[in-house]
């Protein structure tokens, strides 16, 4: 993306930020009667409390709010800081949304020109909105007690219809019913935003191709917090807190590095699957290696799975997506032939991109906001192929899970009468693992602790001589790996049912519970997800060094990765080598210190003693424009789960050496030169086995590139170099 438009972007975020935190923050005191310290005035205070029932129920929904906070151990100032900051940012992410839909033809206009946008004139001459054409026509007064005229009243009704409309296909971030969607900001700050999202500098931000525009908002809104969390680290000597992780550890990739990885992962795969493959000549970035690898078995297209498990606003799926997309129409064309699926994954070519959501892309984050850009992300790429397309189905979810003491539990197993019931066994045998999610994320071993419930569970139904009483339950449930994983897949639906019913039958009773159901069926999405093993693992992980954990990370991270425990990032090397099924690919960017420093040896060891090294292309300081000098130094690499032994050990590896050019434009240029003559070359050279020091003395003051021969991550040799 050009400069100048990311320059604007950053600007626009900013002050869309500041102005609709200031905004929020004066409709929860001047309206609601919720101070900045989070206590309350006496409703009687306020016209809007008095002479709008909207405004009651909103008031009654901010306390219940702040209560559920409580409960989860939020105090009442922080909690209200939190909803300011979370109103502002679903309001940002929203409108951004509709600016990017209105430029690429998926919506009418919706916000370009306010209340005389064409969907909002449109929508008011539409069967059961006469109220509202009623108050359009009424013009700017008299003002309501949130200081609406009546036209203005009626367009927050139509933005708040769209929200629903939405919703159907990606209700994290559209949800018309939450409490965030009652913070509409109010006539003045909305004509501001509007003015300020159709200045000429952002066109291009918001213009088709541009879909990175997300990713950049969500970094720029970070930027405050990101400054904040360093310098108390550096200037007050203060270990980074759990909410403070995502600022600290968001990091944008650049676009040619996502393709890198995405190419020789994912791309590999379907290409190792189908070597009459065409979509070959589309991979400009994938590196050819230097002798045969194995064949990957026959999958049809909807069964290849792949996860970005610290997925920030799914740039690594938005690229996925295009190669995804190809595959399918392969697929379809070659249905039938030797090589290729009889029938392929979906017969017509219009069912791809809700296909490839439904089936085929999983990303988890800590972060609500990465969450929900991630799905507008996935949705307004599945809309550029076909308009028409309906999302019912994803797999996103977000780790930000509030955890409540056991007394909540208790109370829900109790009302369900379930206490003494395989559900009660289950839910408290992952409970603990649930407070971990908010912090850890994709680090915690959900898979563990289940493998260990159901061998609980099924010696205990030995015993007895029985299987247990679930519908859908087969007596041989537990007989194979494919029965246990779908006896989990039972569980952990019909906990959701009964949480969803619990939370019905005790607002029946007057008792909202909808907070605590909420966060616990969040929470069985994300193991849902992590329970299954994937066929491509792609991400950029989150940096952390222990040093700068806090006790509790630090703590996890020495219980759970004892050989990896020194960073975030190298626990997340070995958690994702985890995730990977025989023949998955994983491909990451990583900083790295993990390759030469002798605290990781037994991760390096243990690493290949699972995994075959396929290509690795050190880039050095300087990759990310958002980082100067030499604080960051990164490697990316792709590598294959090879189960066997002697394959492993002699796997040949094709290696780039990037460090010496001087920005990521340059290591860039420097890489797309060096594969493409490797693309010409007719032979491939291996080398024995050397250290790279040793090499670097052989062929001083020479610009070395690439191809190597290489039996562990600190060993590399160097034999061939690109003029």
């Not at 992300?377 to 899970?401: F, G, P, Q, R, Y």
Request: hydrophobic share 40%; net charge negative; with cysteine.
């Amino acid at each position: 993306m050009d400069p100048k438009a990311i320059s604007a972007i950053h600007d626009f975020t900013l002050k869309a930020r500041e102005l609709l935190e200031k905004e929020i923050s004066e409709q929860l005191e001047g309206t609601y009667g919720l101070l900045p310290d989070g206590s309350w005035k006496s409703a009687e205070s306020y016209p809007a409390l008095i002479a709008s029932q909207e405004a009651k129920e909103t008031r009654h929904r901010l306390e219940q709010f702040l209560e559920d906070e409580n409960a989860a151990g939020i105090g009442a100032k922080h909690a209200r800081e939190k909803l300011v900051r979370e109103a502002a940012f679903t309001w940002l992410n929203r409108l951004v949304a509709f600016k990017m839909m209105e430029a690429r033809e998926l919506l009418r206009q919706t916000i370009s020109r306010g209340q005389q946008s064409n969907a909002f004139l449109m929508w008011l001459t539409e069967p059961g909105n006469e109220e509202n054409y009623k108050n359009y026509e009424q013009g700017d007064l008299p003002q309501n007690a949130f200081g609406e005229g009546p036209r203005q009243e009626a367009y927050r009704h139509f933005i708040l219809w769209q929200c629903g409309q939405l919703a159907r296909e990606i209700k994290v971030l559209f949800d018309a019913d939450d409490l965030v969607s009652r913070l509409f900001p109010r006539p003045h700050a909305l004509n501001q935003l509007i003015e300020m999202m159709n200045a000429p500098e952002l066109e291009d931000a918001w213009a088709p191709g541009n879909e990175e525009t997300i990713g950049w908002v969500y970094q720029f809104f970070n930027e405050r917090e990101k400054k904040e969390v360093f310098d108390r680290l550096y200037k007050k000597k203060q270990k980074i807190k759990k909410e403070d992780i995502p600022a600290a550890t968001e990091l944008f990739t650049p676009r040619w590095i996502v393709k890198w990885l995405v190419h020789n992962s994912l791309g590999r795969y379907w290409i190792q699957m189908h070597p009459d493959s065409k979509l070959s000549e589309k991979l400009d970035y994938l590196v050819p290696l230097p002798d045969d690898i194995p064949k990957v078995p026959l999958k049809k297209a909807k069964e290849i799975k792949l996860l970005d498990p610290a997925c920030g606003t799914m740039h690594f799926g938005l690229v996925a997506f295009d190669i995804f997309a190809d595959m399918y129409q392969e697929e379809i064309e070659n249905a039938g032939k030797e090589g290729w699926p009889e029938q392929p994954s979906v017969q017509d070519p219009e069912d791809i991109p809700s296909a490839i959501i439904a089936n085929n892309i999983h990303g988890i984050d800590i972060d609500l906001r990465a969450v929900q850009l991630s799905a507008m992300t996935l949705l307004l790429k599945a809309k550029s192929l076909n308009n028409s397309a309906v999302i019912t189905e994803s797999h996103l979810a977000c780790a930000d899970i509030a955890h409540f003491d056991d007394s909540k539990l208790f109370q829900f197993l109790k009302e369900l009468k379930l206490s003494d019931s395989i559900y009660s066994r289950i839910l408290k045998g992952v409970w603990k693992e649930l407070g971990l999610l908010a912090e850890a994320g994709s680090l915690v071993k959900f898979e563990e602790k289940l493998g260990l419930l159901i061998e609980k569970e099924k010696k205990k139904f030995r015993e007895a001589q029985k299987v247990p009483y679930l519908k859908g339950f087969a007596p041989d449930q537990f007989e194979t790996e494919a029965g246990e994983e779908e006896f989990w897949d039972i569980i952990g639906s019909q906990i959701i049912q009964a949480l969803q019913y619990y939370g019905k039958s005790m607002a029946e009773k007057g008792h909202d519970e909808s907070f605590f159901t909420a966060e616990v069926v969040k929470g069985f999405q994300v193991i849902d997800i992590m329970t299954k093993r994937y066929d491509v693992v792609v991400t950029n992980p989150p940096y952390m060094a222990r040093r700068n954990m806090g006790p509790e990370l630090a703590k996890f991270l020495s219980n759970q990765y004892p050989n990896s425990k020194g960073d975030l990032y190298t626990a997340f090397i070995e958690r994702c080598a985890e995730f990977l099924e025989d023949a998955g690919r994983l491909a990451m960017i990583t900083q790295q210190s993990f390759m030469f420093i002798s605290s990781y040896e037994k991760m390096r060891t243990a690493l290949l003693d699972n995994l075959a090294i396929e290509t690795v292309c050190h880039v050095g300081p300087r990759a990310f424009e958002s980082i100067s000098g030499e604080k960051v130094n990164t490697v990316l690499f792709s590598m294959r789960k090879e189960p066997d032994a002697k394959k492993r050990r002699q796997a040949v590896g094709t290696y780039f050496r990037l460090v010496k050019e001087p920005d990521g434009e340059s290591k860039r240029r420097r890489f797309e030169k060096a594969v493409k003559q490797l693309r010409t070359m007719n032979d491939v050279y291996n080398a024995e086995r050397g250290t790279m020091n040793d090499e670097r003395e052989k062929r001083k003051g020479k610009n070395s590139s690439f191809i190597v021969h290489n039996s562990s991550l600190n060993y590399v040799f160097i034999v061939h170099q690109s003029s």
